[in-house]
């Protein structure tokens, strides 16, 4: 080990025996080594004129990380290559230090910023056609095991071998309900459908920013953690997930492309279905898990922005599928209160790290760090000052629906979660209707936070294919 390579790891934030691995792979020495900005461990490493890409796992203790690894990862994408299925070339499993090890795939990623139509609609199609490649495939033609990748077998199988495991997620890992998941479960649970559309290797987390293109056409689908055997009706609402912050062009005119290349006629109301149950994945893995006791240097930030938003477009989601308009539902902070000493501090605070702290840090990964940290404490600023007015506004609230005033929130919770597992159909939309003002109330108690899961974060909406 180089003096030369010893700078290159540690100002990257590299474990040595990761870079001597990765070195021992390749069959180079590395000249270059970039921290990639996102959440989890990530680096662009360069040999020369070679590119790699290394991933690491989400560094989550238990949780969907438990379910789907980056181990299991690597077994679907050894046997993807030997398709047609576009996915980057991968070198090795580090499966002591859990990081993946691929060749650079080039080309661009943000989709929503392509200026010309044109190319964004051949890019969008290009895409399409891919996906349907990827349903083009039988279990038979994947050697996969089945006890990681279980092939289900009924409309039930496929609902629930793949949602079971983020529900059981959820539960084992929260101290007081979540009345809003409670409801999106049983919700999930009384309109289960009855058929499937075919059983296909459902990505998991398909869409706009998840695939590589070049010069109009697709060179790699990437991030295959969630894969499993599913419904095709599935991938397509996982699709209108990610197009929450990387708009895809109109929604309808990617299905009727997926439904001419594909071959496979589009069943609405099982779109309908799969978009709540694709949506509800992101509070079920978060609220638990990652939220009730968050961890050092993760981006806490983004992770309650994800959580708020994930629970809004998941009323609207329930809201389209129910045929309810909730475009007159508005939710707004309350009234700027007087400044009090220790709001001042807040103040003062918030503005040191972003506007004095912020703007000297030259690493790209370094600045992220900080850009997580302020937005964290911009929205513990924005809870103390509006969060009393707000819990008042919960609780008026929960009080409709419960017939009395609730002690507390907390109290309110424990009494909503108990009405709804009673289950009483006549409920359906003053719920979904509350839990929208209910996760709007959580969007605004975040202030600018909510631009740190990207910049569409304080407009991005469901986009509806229900006309109201």
Not at 371 to 387: D, P, V, W
Not at 439 to 457: C, H, P
Request: glycine letters at 6%; one cysteine or more.
């Amino acid at each position: 080990m180089t003096r030369d390579s010893a700078n290159l790891w540690q100002g990257a934030n590299m474990e040595q025996g990761l870079f001597q691995w990765i070195e021992e792979t390749i069959g180079k020495a590395v000249t270059a080594l970039t921290k990639q900005k996102r959440g989890r461990d990530a680096w662009f490493v360069e040999c020369g004129e070679d590119r790699f890409y290394v991933r690491g796992d989400r560094a989550i203790d238990g949780g969907i990380a438990e379910y789907y690894s980056l181990d299991r990862e690597w077994v679907l994408l050894e046997q993807l290559e030997k398709t047609n299925v576009l996915v980057p070339p991968s070198l090795g499993y580090n499966r002591e230090r859990k990081a993946l090890l691929q060749k650079h795939v080039y080309g661009d990623v943000f989709f929503h910023h392509i200026d010309d139509d044109d190319y964004r609609e051949t890019v969008g199609n290009n895409f399409m056609k891919a996906l349907s490649d990827l349903h083009a495939l039988k279990p038979e033609d994947l050697n996969l095991p089945e006890e990681t990748f279980h092939v289900p077998t009924t409309a039930h199988d496929h609902v629930w071998h793949d949602l079971q495991i983020w529900v059981d997620v959820h539960y084992n890992s929260i101290e007081d309900p979540e009345p809003f998941m409670t409801y999106a479960v049983e919700w999930l649970k009384r309109f289960e459908p009855d058929h499937v559309c075919g059983t296909v290797i459902v990505q998991g987390d398909t869409g706009p920013g998840q695939f590589i293109y070049k010069d109009g056409q697709v060179q790699a689908i990437v991030d295959w953690e969630s894969a499993h055997w599913g419904c095709p009706m599935e991938e397509l609402g996982q699709i209108r997930q990610r197009d929450l912050l990387y708009p895809f062009g109109d929604m309808m005119t990617r299905f009727k492309a997926y439904e001419e290349y594909s071959g496979t006629p589009l069943d609405m109301d099982l779109i309908y279905y799969y978009t709540v149950r694709s949506l509800i994945n992101t509070p079920l893995c978060l609220i638990g898990p990652e939220l009730l006791y968050p961890k050092e240097h993760a981006d806490i930030a983004e992770r309650l922005a994800w959580n708020a938003l994930f629970l809004r477009v998941t009323a609207e989601a329930l809201a389209e599928a129910m045929a309810i308009d909730i475009s007159n539902e508005v939710v707004e902070l309350p009234p700027e209160p007087p400044s009090t000493e220790m709001s001042r501090l807040y103040d003062c605070v918030y503005s040191d790290l972003k506007n004095e702290q912020q703007p000297l840090i030259e690493d790209d990964y370094q600045a992220h760090r900080m850009g997580s940290t302020t937005y964290l404490f911009e929205h513990l600023r924005t809870a103390y000052k509006f969060g009393p007015a707000m819990e008042e506004q919960e609780l008026d609230e929960m009080t409709e629906l419960l017939g009395s005033r609730p002690q507390s929130v907390k109290d309110g919770q424990r009494l909503l979660d108990k009405k709804i597992l009673a289950g009483d159909p006549a409920m359906d939309e003053a719920f979904i209707r509350y839990f929208y003002r209910y996760s709007r109330r959580k969007e605004l108690i975040l202030g600018d936070a909510v631009f740190s899961q990207g910049d569409q974060g304080k407009v991005a909406s469901l986009q509806l294919l229900r006309k109201f």
